[in-house]
């Protein structure tokens, strides 16, 4: 397999998870490269669902490397709970899982002031999960963040920790919200790093070894292109680099040791939270939602839909270098009769074909469509490319033109088994 990427080429929610899952068969070093525990990915097993936040998917087959890198921002008390839940399973952890020690860590008082932002900005919210995740990289970029290396050393995290409660109490008391307690978050955090002291390495240098050794690395990419804090939907993004940049700099590991990097695409187009979406369409959300599809694996909240824009996804094409696609979901739109793709904006008068960086222009944007025949016949058992009913395999030869990379991987369905490799 070599070292690949896996990144989103929509806005997140594009079932990276299973697609992760699958790549890990061949993996031998699966790496976490960015973002927190406001991301989840979801796999099916036999039958057993397994939700993941923090710790990489590989962590659900044995005797994989499991690696969370410096570029992720950890709560350390969810990741415990994670952890516990995985151990309770049956999952391996001990050995298995590494965790890097200059992640930066998000505390209570991120959680606060994420809510506090949200509610203060009211009809204009970004729509975040109030995980605490943006506050915490805005902590990193200001060079006051704690890191798991400051976790574990007792002395110097119950002094930086009082300063940082200290100065973040005064902030939400001008939010007319309650301060919080240093005892009880020192105590719960430093058990938390008490935990965690066993998994806590230097990743980069870990990594550099299975490099040199030859290992398969796989770097597996939180949210999509369009929530990338510098080439996404700006401000209703992430606070990350959910492109595939990120993974050098949210792991260590320099440009040239990257091998490939496959997009992950649904058959249509999802989002959670506010903010443009060029090609959504109440229709086919009512219809997914009806299938029991596309709520969030992290909020539970219904997920905003539309027909696939190709616009969008071949400017993830774009930036992050995508070789191969993987196209999930492809079965919800077994019982559509027409359907349609998005080819181009329309603003005003003017066709655009590709993605305005101005985001009040892009909400602006009219999709301009194209049409196709949907094939009206079950996908979820197929298991050969030639067994999909040609009219899918037309879509999907279709989407992918459009978008710019080369097809490799249709999945039908949330199991191992219902993915089709595409020679």
Same mark, same amino acid.
């Given at each position: 397999?070599?070292?690949?990427?896996? &990144?989103?080429?929509?806005?997140?929610?594009?079932?990276?998870?299973?697609?992760?899952?699958?790549?890990?068969?061949?993996?031998?070093?699966?790496?976490?490269?960015?973002?927190?525990?406001?991301?989840?990915?979801?796999?099916?097993?036999?039958?057993?669902?397994?939700?993941?936040?923090?710790?990489?998917?590989?962590?659900?087959?044995?005797?994989?490397?499991?690696?969370?890198?410096?570029? &992720?921002?950890?709560?350390?008390?969810?990741?415990?709970?994670?952890?516990?839940?995985?151990?309770?399973?049956?999952?391996?952890?001990?050995?298995?899982?590494?965790?890097?020690?200059?992640?930066?860590?998000?505390?209570?008082?991120?959680?606060?002031?994420?809510?506090?932002?949200?509610?203060?900005?009211?009809?204009?919210?970004?729509?975040?999960?109030?995980?605490?995740?943006?506050?915490?990289?805005?902590?990193?970029?200001?060079?006051?963040?704690?890191?798991?290396?400051?976790?574990?050393?007792?002395?110097?995290?119950?002094?930086?920790?009082?300063?940082?409660?200290?100065?973040?109490?005064?902030?939400?008391?001008?939010?007319?919200?309650?301060?919080?307690?240093?005892?009880?978050?020192?105590?719960?955090?430093?058990?938390?790093?008490?935990?965690?002291?066993?998994?806590?390495?230097?990743? &980069?240098?870990?990594?550099?070894?299975?490099?040199?050794?030859?290992?398969?690395?796989?770097?597996?990419?939180?949210?999509?292109?369009?929530?990338?804090?510098?080439?996404?939907?700006?401000?209703?993004?992430?606070?990350?680099?959910?492109?595939?940049?990120?993974?050098?700099?949210?792991?260590?590991?320099?440009?040239?040791?990257?091998?490939?990097?496959?997009?992950?695409?649904?058959?249509?187009?999802?989002?959670?939270?506010?903010?443009?979406?060029?090609?959504?369409?109440?229709?086919?959300?009512?219809?997914?939602?009806?299938?029991?599809?596309?709520?969030?694996?992290?909020?539970?909240?219904?997920?905003?839909?539309? @027909?696939?824009?190709?616009?969008?996804?071949?400017?993830?094409?774009?930036?992050?270098?995508?070789?191969?696609?993987?196209?999930?979901?492809?079965?919800?739109?077994?019982?559509?009769?027409?359907?349609?793709?998005?080819?181009?904006?329309?603003?005003?008068?003017?066709?655009?074909?590709?993605?305005?960086?101005?985001?009040?222009?892009?909400?602006?944007?009219?999709?301009?469509?194209?049409?196709?025949?949907? @094939?009206?016949?079950?996908?979820?058992?197929?298991?050969?490319?030639?067994?999909?009913?040609?009219?899918?395999?037309?879509?999907?030869?279709?989407?992918?033109?459009?978008?710019?990379?080369?097809?490799?991987?249709?999945?039908?369905?949330?199991?191992?088994?219902?993915?089709?490799? &595409?020679?």
């Amino acid at each position: 397999m070599s070292n690949t990427i896996l &990144v989103g080429a929509q806005w997140g929610d594009e079932g990276k998870g299973k697609i992760i899952d699958v790549l890990t068969e061949v993996a031998d070093v699966v790496v976490r490269t960015q973002g927190g525990n406001n991301a989840g990915h979801t796999v099916h097993i036999n039958g057993q669902k397994f939700i993941l936040h923090l710790v990489p998917s590989g962590i659900l087959r044995k005797n994989k490397v499991c690696v969370i890198g410096n570029g &992720v921002v950890v709560d350390p008390v969810s990741l415990v709970e994670e952890l516990k839940d995985l151990s309770n399973l049956g999952i391996k952890i001990k050995g298995n899982l590494h965790l890097s020690e200059t992640a930066h860590l998000v505390l209570p008082y991120h959680r606060e002031l994420d809510s506090q932002r949200e509610r203060a900005k009211g009809k204009n919210k970004i729509g975040t999960t109030k995980r605490g995740i943006g506050p915490a990289y805005a902590d990193k970029a200001a060079r006051t963040g704690l890191r798991v290396l400051d976790l574990i050393q007792p002395e110097r995290f119950k002094a930086k920790l009082a300063e940082r409660i200290r100065e973040n109490n005064g902030i939400l008391k001008a939010f007319g919200a309650e301060p919080l307690s240093f005892k009880k978050v020192h105590d719960q955090y430093r058990a938390a790093g008490d935990y965690l002291k066993p998994f806590v390495t230097n990743t &980069v240098i870990l990594l550099h070894a299975a490099a040199q050794r030859g290992d398969n690395i796989l770097f597996e990419g939180a949210q999509g292109t369009f929530l990338d804090i510098d080439h996404g939907t700006y401000p209703f993004v992430t606070s990350s680099n959910t492109t595939a940049g990120g993974a050098c700099t949210g792991s260590g590991v320099p440009p040239h040791r990257i091998d490939r990097v496959v997009g992950v695409m649904k058959a249509y187009t999802t989002r959670v939270g506010e903010g443009p979406l060029p090609s959504e369409n109440a229709e086919i959300a009512d219809m997914l939602h009806a299938m029991g599809r596309e709520f969030g694996a992290t909020t539970g909240r219904p997920r905003r839909c539309g @027909w696939f824009d190709a616009v969008a996804t071949r400017h993830a094409r774009i930036v992050s270098g995508i070789d191969e696609l993987a196209v999930t979901n492809l079965d919800g739109l077994d019982s559509v009769q027409t359907l349609k793709i998005c080819t181009g904006y329309r603003d005003g008068r003017k066709r655009l074909d590709y993605i305005p960086s101005d985001v009040e222009a892009l909400a602006r944007c009219e999709p301009i469509y194209t049409e196709l025949a949907g @094939w009206m016949a079950p996908t979820d058992q197929a298991t050969k490319w030639k067994e999909l009913p040609r009219r899918a395999r037309d879509y999907l030869h279709t989407i992918a033109d459009l978008t710019g990379a080369k097809l490799k991987i249709v999945s039908v369905g949330p199991g191992r088994e219902q993915t089709i490799f &595409v020679e």
